[in-house]
Each structure stands twice: as C-alpha cells, then as structure tokens.
C-alpha cells in the first residue's frame, strides 16, 4: 500500500496560496527597484539641467531661457517629489506583503513537515513489517529443516 497523507489537498492549497503570495511580494519588489530608478534618472535629469543652467549663467542668454530651464528643473523636482512618495507607499506595502507571505511559508512548512513525518513513520512501520515477515519466514524455515 503507497503513502497517503490525508492532508495533501490542504498542502497543495497552502503551497498555491504560498505561492501566490510570493509573486505577489515580487511584483512589489520590482516596482520598487522601477520607482527607484525612475528616482535615480530623474536625479541625473536634474544634476545636468543645473549644469547646463550654471554654464548658460555664465554666457549672454535671454531671461526666457533661464527661466525656461528653471522651470523645466523645478517639474522634475516635483516628479521626484512624487515618485518618492509613490515609494513610500509601496515600500509599506511590500512590507505588509513580506508578512503575508511569511504567514503562509510558515503555515505550509508545518504542513510540509507534517507530511514528512508521517512519511517517515509510514517508511519505518512498513520496514518492521518486512522484517517481521522476513523473520516469520526464516523461522518457518528453520522448523521445518
């Protein structure tokens, strides 16, 4: 007779919901790295355009122009404000997610040992049975001869 654990129904809906979870936490953490590049190359944006400014202060330029780069500096100044808080928020809910899922690693890793150890003692009790059968025939054996 094979192995049966009579919760494997209940295991293989854990490790579905576990896995959900996971791509879950996943998707939230490339959104963060995303925000963060967006972040990253808006900063750049920002460092050149001061430059560009410094270097056009420097030359005769219309006061539209500067103001013009200004502006277009104070925009990505508010993207980034923007992004950074958009961060914020998905850092806290990245959070909340990794503590989902670490709820359900742990409910499905009980389980999953569970299974082991039935496993195991369905293994070691089969094995006694062989050898009680093994025994039972060697002294059949002996009686006889």
Same mark, same amino acid.
């Given at each position: 007779?094979?192995?049966?654990?009579?919760?494997?129904?209940?295991?293989?809906?854990?490790?579905?919901?576990?896995?959900?979870?996971?791509?879950?936490?996943?998707?939230?953490?490339?959104?963060?790295?995303?925000?963060?590049?967006?972040?990253?190359?808006?900063?750049?944006?920002?460092?050149?355009?001061?430059?560009?400014?410094?270097?056009?202060?420097?030359?005769?330029?219309?006061?539209? &122009?500067?103001?013009?780069?200004?502006?277009?500096?104070?925009?990505?100044?508010?993207?980034?404000?923007?992004?950074?808080?958009?961060?914020?928020?998905?850092?806290?809910?990245?959070?909340?997610?990794?503590?989902?899922?670490?709820?359900? &690693?742990?409910?499905?890793?009980?389980?999953?040992?569970?299974?082991?150890?039935? &496993?195991?003692?369905?293994?070691?009790?089969?094995?006694?049975?062989? =050898?009680?059968?093994?025994?039972?025939?060697?002294?059949?054996?002996? =009686?006889?001869?």
């Amino acid at each position: 007779m094979a192995f049966r654990f009579s919760l494997a129904t209940v295991l293989r809906y854990r490790e579905s919901l576990e896995k959900r979870e996971e791509l879950e936490l996943q998707k939230l953490l490339l959104e963060c790295a995303r925000i963060r590049r967006e972040i990253d190359r808006i900063n750049e944006e920002i460092a050149k355009a001061h430059e560009a400014r410094s270097k056009a202060m420097l030359q005769p330029v219309a006061a539209l &122009h500067i103001q013009t780069m200004l502006n277009a500096i104070d925009s990505l100044i508010d993207r980034r404000k923007a992004l950074s808080a958009s961060l914020g928020v998905v850092e806290q809910q990245r959070e909340q997610q990794a503590q989902k899922y670490q709820a359900v &690693h742990r409910d499905r890793q009980m389980l999953t040992d569970m299974c082991k150890r039935y &496993h195991d003692a369905y293994e070691q009790e089969r094995d006694r049975a062989q =050898q009680k059968m093994l025994d039972d025939l060697f002294a059949a054996r002996a =009686q006889r001869g």
